[in-house]
C-alpha cells in the first residue's frame, strides 16, 4: 500500500513535468528545535493560501564516489537513496495560512499516511519537507536539511533556505519570495 500511494505521487509529479507545469519551489519551510528538543516545522505559504498536500522523506548519506584525502577506499559512501521512512498528507486543504508542528507528528485533523517508524534524527541521512497549494499553484514550499544542519543552530535559530536564521529573518525571506 505504501508503494502504491508513494507510486501514485511520483506519478502525478511526473505528469506535471510532461505537460510543462512546474511549480517554483520556494524557501517557505522552517526547521528549528522545540523548547521540549523535538524538531518543530513552521510551513507558511503565500498570502492567505492553504496547504493542500505535504510530505516528508527521509534519504540515505549522500554519495561520495571517491574517498576523502588519506581515508581507505573503504569510505566510499553507498548512493543517495529513498528510505522507507516518512509521511504525506493530503485531501481537503490541511491548513490555511501559516502552521507550526513537530516534524514527527503533523497535526492531528490532517488525514497523514505514515510509513517507516523513524521518529528522530539520525546523522549521515538528509530530510526534506515540502508544501503544496490546492489545486494548480504556481509554487511549492521546500526545505531540506540534515541532522548536523539543526544541531548547528544557535538558540532560537531556524533553518531555511539551506542556512540558519532567526525567525524575523525567515518572516522576511517569506514576504520577499511571496
Do not use: N
Not at 510543462?20 to 516545522?41: E, K, N, Y
Amino acid at each position: 500500500m505504501r508503494r502504491a500511494w508513494r507510486g501514485a505521487v511520483l506519478a502525478l509529479a511526473g505528469a506535471g513535468l510532461l505537460t510543462g507545469c512546474s511549480a517554483a519551489d520556494l524557501p517557505l519551510i522552517s526547521v528549528g528545535i522545540g523548547a521540549d528538543g523535538t524538531p518543530q516545522v513552521t510551513m507558511a505559504p503565500c498570502g492567505d493560501d492553504a496547504i493542500g498536500t505535504a510530505d516528508f522523506f527521509v534519504h540515505e548519506a549522500v554519495a561520495r564516489t571517491t574517498p576523502p584525502p588519506g581515508a581507505p577506499q573503504a569510505a566510499v559512501t553507498t548512493p543517495l537513496t529513498a528510505s522507507e521512512e516518512g509521511w504525506m498528507a493530503g485531501g481537503s486543504p490541511l491548513a490555511a495560512g501559516r502552521v507550526t508542528f513537530p516534524l514527527f507528528s503533523p497535526p492531528a485533523t490532517w488525514a497523514v499516511r505514515e510509513w517507516g517508524a523513524e521518529r528522530s534524527l539520525k546523522p549521515g541521512r538528509g530530510y526534506s519537507l515540502s508544501f503544496h497549494a490546492p489545486g494548480f499553484a504556481d509554487y511549492s514550499g521546500t526545505v531540506s536539511f540534515t541532522a548536523e544542519d539543526l544541531a548547528g543552530l544557535g538558540p532560537g535559530e531556524v533553518w531555511a533556505d539551506g542556512r540558519a536564521m532567526s525567525p524575523k529573518k525567515f518572516r522576511k525571506l517569506v514576504a520577499d519570495v511571496c
